[in-house]
């Protein structure tokens, strides 16, 4: 007889076999650290949270409340969606006052959102006339103008009033007065590329657009932008993945500090006898004495399939280089130079963490840090923890039961 449907716990209580650590004292030192930039040249300026995509990957209902806790005045997320489960997470915070946190929608309200936003207290971003339409509409059904973003492209040709929606804004800013603006904003192209000369041209648009329909608070700066100097700063910074640890200025040592360590655990350990190659297509070479560790993590996880045969995991502080192509739930590394007793089934393999940053592996897969961090997969437990811990799984083989970091 099967266990009733009721009965079936929620999920498997063992252990996961792959799981992000999120360090949320580093993304409170990161938040601090790009606060303390902008505040060096004006004390009234504040650091938002983007957390987009799932929080970048590590889950907005773990690093949306930490970045309320670190004091980020606002949030913005891309969807509806995300705006809801966030509201929900923020709700749950033990402390009211953050219970209302402002959360802003970026790709702003569509059509037949409205009762979500309302109920779930969302802010659209308000990209064209459009959604200024909508949001006024809305703000006359519940009495009065409704808070709100307002978003110019300076140069993006993304999202954003237009030139022409900007003019016609700008001939008539009377149809900003059924909304209540709190923060004027626009997006650059190129802040990763402090040479480009786009930075300056989409500065002076955004100073020239403000001076005429500017209400509220201005933000320009996502995570490179608050690196090309105090002009490009404003009032509020919208950083996203510097927050996470990537690199906001690429060619230049890394100002942040690392938020995000992934682990799996080694199925089998098997040593090579008569078999000459590894995984599909027999891409990786074996010799025969060799041994090959297999770990249960995969491209299905987001580890990138064009990685492979690239970098090293770390596994009880030793180093093992990846063999082979990626499979959709494993990855294979030689352990031939690894003490034997340290490597077994159960053992834990680091694969992003001091050794190789998410930088390092998105070079290696041919793609940017932001990719890799919104591709971690849905299978990971996602581990919120303080800065020098390591999680412990307990589990039923002989594994050490504190673990050292690799870090001196
Ligand atoms: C994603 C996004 C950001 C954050 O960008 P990062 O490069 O991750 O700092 C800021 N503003 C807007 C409009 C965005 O879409």
Same mark, same amino acid.
């Given at each position: 007889m099967s266990t009733p449907l009721t009965? $079936?716990?929620?999920?498997?209580?063992?252990?996961?076999?792959?799981?992000?650590?999120i360090d949320l004292d580093a993304l409170a030192e990161n938040h601090a650290r790009l606060t303390?930039?902008?505040?060096?040249?004006n004390p009234a300026a504040e650091v938002t949270g983007v957390i987009k995509a799932d929080g970048y990957g590590l889950g907005a209902d773990i690093v949306g409340p930490a970045l309320a806790r670190a004091g980020a005045p606002a949030?913005? &997320?891309?969807?509806?969606?995300?705006?809801?489960?966030?509201?929900?997470?923020?709700?749950?915070d033990p402390d009211p006052a953050r219970h209302a946190l402002p959360v802003y929608i970026l790709n702003g309200m569509a059509e037949g959102e409205r009762a979500d936003f309302l109920a779930f207290d969302?802010?659209?971003?308000?990209?064209?006339?459009? @959604? $200024?339409?909508r949001w006024t509409r809305a703000g006359q059904a519940q009495g009065g103008p409704l808070p709100a973003a307002l978003h110019i492209d300076t140069g993006m040709s993304r999202l954003g009033f237009d030139e022409a929606g900007f003019k016609a804004l700008a001939a008539d800013p009377a149809r900003l007065g059924g909304v209540d603006i709190r923060i004027t904003m626009s997006h650059l192209a190129c802040a990763d590329d402090p040479a480009h000369p786009l930075n300056r041209r989409q500065l002076d648009r955004f100073r020239a657009?403000?001076?005429?329909?500017?209400?509220?608070?201005?933000?320009?700066?996502?995570?490179s932008g608050l690196f090309l100097g105090p002009d490009f700063h404003f009032d509020l910074g919208r950083p996203g993945v510097a927050l996470y640890g990537v690199n906001p200025v690429p060619g230049h040592p890394n100002p942040m500090v690392p938020v995000v360590r992934l682990k799996a655990r080694v199925l089998q350990v098997r040593t090579i006898d008569s078999f000459e190659s590894v995984g599909y297509g027999a891409a990786a070479r074996a010799r025969p004495g060799m041994r090959v560790a297999t770990l249960a993590i995969g491209y299905a996880d987001g580890w990138p399939w064009s990685a492979a045969g690239k970098g090293e995991v770390v596994i009880a502080g030793h180093r093992a280089p990846i063999l082979g192509r990626v499979s959709m739930d494993l990855v294979t590394v030689d352990v031939s130079t690894l003490p034997e007793p340290l490597i077994h089934?159960?053992? &834990?393999?680091?694969?992003?963490? @001091?050794?190789?940053?998410?930088d390092a592996l998105a070079k @290696?897969?041919?793609?940017?840090?932001?990719?890799?961090?919104?591709r971690l997969g849905r299978r990971y437990a996602r581990q919120p923890m303080t800065s020098g811990q390591t999680q412990v799984y307990p589990i039923g083989v002989p594994t050490p039961q504190t673990e050292v970091d690799p870090a001196p």
């Open positions: 009965a $079936l716990p929620a999920a498997p209580a063992a252990p996961p076999p792959a799981w992000i650590e303390g930039l902008m505040r060096a040249h949030l913005f &997320v891309a969807h509806l969606s995300e705006g809801a489960a966030l509201r929900r997470a923020l709700r749950a969302l802010r659209p971003v308000l990209n064209g006339p459009d @959604d $200024l339409d657009v403000t001076a005429v329909v500017g209400r509220g608070r201005l933000s320009l700066a996502n995570s089934g159960g053992a &834990v393999a680091e694969l992003i963490g @001091d050794h190789r940053d998410i @290696d897969a041919g793609t940017i840090g932001y990719e890799i961090l919104t």
